[in-house]
């Protein structure tokens, strides 16, 4: 159901290992990959702006990429503008990014300030793309609990991948040496965050008391003793079993959660 | 509960009365007195009162229980001071998440943090789209509420959602926005807005003091510290909730009629997941059973039926009828749900721990007295089976129905 002359571009970062901070290829960025490739196979174009040098690239080459495109820029640069000039000329129907970096700010506001200026739709949470036919395109996307919602969208769109996306392929040794990595010379814009905000290291939050707002010691034992207990619950005695299901049926459709 | 003094002529007359058969136990028993020769005089034996068990008890909380003294009317819910705010200086402008139509936990904190920040004179906004179900905005904190309805705004409809925003925010051009940065919907929503407004928001922001804001950055191994700017999306825990205070819950009206788009979305409805396939942990609605389900047969029927993931009590797993990844509670998986249906589970304390985040608690069991009634939010006494298979029937003819209609 895939037109096989699908342009797709997929945008990359360099990502960091949750424990050590050793520069990685960034896990929801590999699920962009993923899907790209099996979308697009080897025409799916890969897209980074940073440094061209860096070697924690190699490891989307090793995807199965021949070649991976580079706007170099300094890693406090802004990659919005860069981007966006590249896209508006690009010609792609379908671009896909991670949901948020695993470095500097982490935002996630990149795929909405592409969507913005290039004025394309943007689908977030995107699971599967089931068929792109006259310019549309039928996709899944995947909800909190593990639900799915079937979305119907205009091409081009930009869409962002989170964890319920396939899992990314492993990367290989071989195909990472040989790619390539073209850098593109590009006009750099400086990010104005830098200026005023400042990064530090990660401190633990802090755990939230259960504070109790009693004021004899009775009141105090009693809400530290206390059972949990609904108490206002309602308890349908002698009646008959149709009439107990009516009730619970009526409860269920209440909440939502007949489908 | 009131505090005046009032006179009780009935009980003055069966003291004056010593013919009567209350007065001995009417009569107050005087346990200090002075004296004629001004000594206090105490009656140790009159001190206390007779328990439930025979025995003597003496209460020094200073609530005595046993009769006499002054009568007590039930203790009345306290009433939290009203706060009113009539000529706001400024706005704070929340978005909350409305899961399942209430206010989630995450909602809460986030209307605690927007109290904080509007002070005594600024005023808290909250935005709701569709219906809801929420009963307690007052002490949740909200002081205006605009409700926005229409076709427009069911399901999925981000778009038309920011356009309604935008408009709130021509209208009163609030000083904050905050949304929740969660997955359920206000992080999207937040940053679709960001986008439109053109703030650059803080995102996953956990404290906001002093006019500093500290959010997590990229992995979580680093911490953001900035100004707050006007768009804050704050994770969860990010400020206590109003506890102590009521809001009037004022109807607020947008002027302007909100801009129509053609949405480049369009919704074609959620997608049937097989339920056995969702982690228990996150599944949404759950059909668990313990020791009083007979017929398994009938249990993975109704579940399927239902729609629901199933759960089992470590009874049920360690008889060998479900496997042992299905456990709820303390040695099993803490779940989430939202609807947790406990199909003859009489509620051991372990099993209730784990299903201490569930939302709504349905009962079925023949045991009246056990805790799982007591921690559920509707109850049905009787034999599982019967009930179970009365539930099966029902919801077939409702989904006969559904299809007669759509066909």
Redesign the interface.
Same mark, same amino acid.
């Given at each position: 159901m895939l037109p096989n002359n699908l342009h797709i571009i997929t945008l990359v970062s360099i990502g960091a290992h949750p424990t050590s901070g050793r520069a990685r290829r960034a896990e929801q960025d590999a699920r962009a990959v993923e899907l790209g490739l099996r979308l697009a196979g080897d025409k799916l174009q890969v897209l980074h702006a940073g440094d061209a040098a860096d070697e924690a690239l190699r490891a989307y080459l090793g995807m199965g990429l021949s070649e991976l495109t580079v706007l170099e820029q300094s890693s406090h640069g802004d990659a919005l503008p860069l981007l966006s000039r590249y896209l508006q000329d690009a010609g792609a129907q379908l671009v896909l990014t991670g949901s948020q970096a695993e470095t500097g700010e982490g935002s996630g506001m990149l795929p909405f300030l592409l969507a913005e200026q290039l004025g394309w739709p943007l689908v977030v949470g995107l699971a599967e793309v089931e068929k792109i036919e006259n310019g549309m395109a039928q996709v899944l996307q995947a909800l909190p609990r593990g639900q799915r919602r079937r979305l119907k969208v205009r091409l081009p769109f930009i869409a962002c991948v989170d964890n319920a996306a396939p899992a990314a392929r492993q990367s290989a040794f071989g195909p990472a040496r040989r790619g390539q990595l073209l850098a593109c010379e590009v006009t750099i814009v400086e990010d104005s965050l830098l200026a005023e905000a400042r990064f530090q290291t990660a401190r633990p939050r802090p755990k939230r008391l259960k504070v109790i707002k009693a004021k004899t010691g009775a009141e105090r034992m009693k809400a530290a003793t206390a059972k949990a207990s609904g108490g206002g619950g309602q308890v349908l005695k002698d009646v008959s079993s149709q009439a107990g299901a009516e009730a619970i049926f009526k409860l269920l459709q209440d909440e939502g959660v007949l489908r | 509960m009131s505090d005046i003094i009032r006179r009780d002529p009935r009980a003055e007359w069966i003291a004056r009365n010593r013919l009567h058969p209350l007065h001995a136990a009417m009569q107050k028993a005087e346990t200090r007195w002075m004296g004629p020769n001004g000594i206090v005089r105490k009656n140790p034996h009159a001190v206390g009162f007779i328990g439930p068990n025979g025995l003597k008890r003496i209460d020094r909380?200073g609530?005595q229980q046993g009769g006499s003294s002054k009568r007590t009317t039930a203790s009345a819910v306290v009433q939290l001071p009203l706060q009113v705010i009539e000529q706001p200086a400024f706005y704070i402008a929340v978005v909350p998440d409305m899961i399942?139509g209430r206010l989630s936990s995450h909602d809460k904190d986030l209307l605690g943090l927007a109290n904080k920040l509007a002070g005594s004179d600024g005023a808290v906004v909250a935005v709701v789209f569709g219906e809801h179900?929420e009963s307690a905005f007052d002490s949740a904190g909200v002081d205006r509420l605009l409700h926005i309805e229409g076709e427009l705004y069911a399901g999925?409809a981000p778009?038309q959602r920011v356009l309604a925003l935008s408009a709130l925010e021509s209208q009163l051009a609030p000083r904050h926005w905050l949304l929740p940065d969660s997955?359920?919907g206000g992080?999207?929503l937040g940053? @679709?807005l960001?986008?439109?407004l053109g703030e &650059?928001?803080?995102?996953r922001v956990?404290q906001v003091a002093e006019g500093q804001c500290i959010g997590?950055?990229?992995?979580?191994?680093?911490?953001?510290?900035? @100004?707050a700017p006007r768009l804050i999306l704050a994770a969860v825990?990010c400020a206590?909730p109003v506890?102590?205070t009521r809001h009037e819950v004022r109807p607020l009206e947008l002027l302007d009629q909100i801009a129509r788009n053609l949405p &480049?979305?369009?919704?074609?409805?959620?997608?049937?997941?097989d339920p056995a396939?969702?982690?228990m942990a996150?599944?949404?609605?759950i059909l668990s059973g313990g020791n009083g389900v007979k017929d398994w047969t009938q249990f993975h029927q109704a579940a399927a039926a239902?729609?629901?993931t199933e759960g089992a009590s470590r009874v049920a797993v360690d008889d060998g009828f479900m496997s042992r990844d299905r456990q709820v509670g303390a040695s099993g998986i803490w779940v989430t749900a @939202?609807?947790y249906?406990a199909v003859g589970i009489s509620g051991a304390?372990q099993h209730?721990q784990g299903i201490?985040a569930c939302?709504?608690?349905?009962a079925?069991n023949l045991d009246?007295s056990c805790?799982m009634?007591?921690?559920?939010?509707?109850?049905?006494?009787?034999?599982s089976a019967?009930?179970l298979?009365?539930?099966i029937? &029902?919801?077939s003819t409702?989904r006969q129905g559904g299809a007669r209609d759509a066909a």
């Open positions: - | 909380s609530a399942g179900k999925y778009e997955r359920t992080g999207e940053r @679709r960001a986008a439109k &650059r928001p803080a995102t956990w997590r950055a990229g992995a979580g191994r680093e911490d953001l510290v900035r @100004r825990e206590e506890s102590d &480049r979305i369009e919704d074609l409805g959620a997608v049937a997941v396939l969702i982690p996150e599944a949404e609605f239902l729609g629901a @939202r609807v249906m304390i209730l201490g939302d709504k608690v349905v079925i009246p805790d009634i007591k921690r559920a939010d509707l109850s049905v006494i009787g034999d019967a009930i298979a009365a539930l029937e &029902r919801i409702h």
